[in-house]
């Protein structure tokens, strides 16, 4: 009875690990996000600047400054849309698989691509940038 019962307990217990988790439905883990960004791109400095635009919207522009002329050279958005939290820019749509206070994972089954957010011990954001025949990572320093 007691090894029926330890059994039993068991398997309970890896039956509840198993269970997939719901994706993230609150992007409140993104608002680290917010602000002003400087990195480095093949000795190229760029910037990004993310902004609050509702409960649940987060915008990113993407930008360089080459002889004092600024240059957008993106847009992207984080938003929740049918229950999901999904990374969106003008060719890409990833959907937010997990996340946590200092770290978002978004991915695209379909095209094989993940990116991955996250605020490094020193308050870098480090985005791991992951596609089917290559990957790139940024850190990036709050301005």
Same mark, same amino acid.
């Given at each position: 009875?007691?090894?029926?019962?330890?059994?039993?307990?068991?398997?309970?217990?890896?039956?509840?690990?198993?269970?997939?988790?719901?994706?993230?439905?609150?992007?409140?883990?993104?608002?680290?996000?917010?602000?002003?960004?400087?990195?480095?791109?093949?000795?190229?400095?760029?910037?990004?600047?993310?902004?609050?635009?509702?409960?649940?919207?987060?915008?990113?522009?993407?930008?360089?400054?080459?002889?004092?002329?600024?240059? &957008? !050279?993106?847009?992207? +958005?984080?938003?929740?849309?049918? *229950? =999901?939290?999904?990374?969106?820019?003008?060719?890409? /749509? %990833?959907?937010? &698989? !997990?996340?946590?206070? +200092?770290?978002?994972?978004?991915? *695209? =089954?379909?095209?094989?691509?993940?990116?991955?957010? /996250? %605020?490094?011990?020193?308050?870098?954001?480090?985005?791991?940038?992951?596609?089917?025949?290559?990957?790139?990572?940024?850190?990036?320093?709050?301005?």
């Amino acid at each position: 009875m007691k090894t029926t019962l330890q059994i039993t307990f068991v398997m309970a217990v890896l039956f509840i690990g198993c269970q997939s988790q719901a994706p993230p439905t609150d992007i409140k883990n993104l608002h680290w996000l917010l602000g002003n960004w400087k990195g480095e791109a093949s000795g190229q400095p760029f910037y990004e600047t993310w902004t609050k635009v509702s409960d649940t919207e987060l915008a990113n522009i993407n930008y360089g400054i080459t002889n004092g002329d600024t240059t &957008i !050279s993106g847009r992207s +958005k984080i938003e929740l849309l049918d *229950n =999901k939290i999904y990374y969106k820019s003008e060719n890409r /749509s %990833l959907e937010l &698989i !997990s996340s946590n206070a +200092k770290e978002s994972v978004f991915e *695209n =089954k379909l095209t094989n691509e993940k990116f991955k957010f /996250s %605020l490094n011990d020193q308050g870098q954001w480090v985005a791991l940038l992951v596609y089917p025949t290559s990957q790139v990572e940024y850190k990036l320093n709050r301005q």
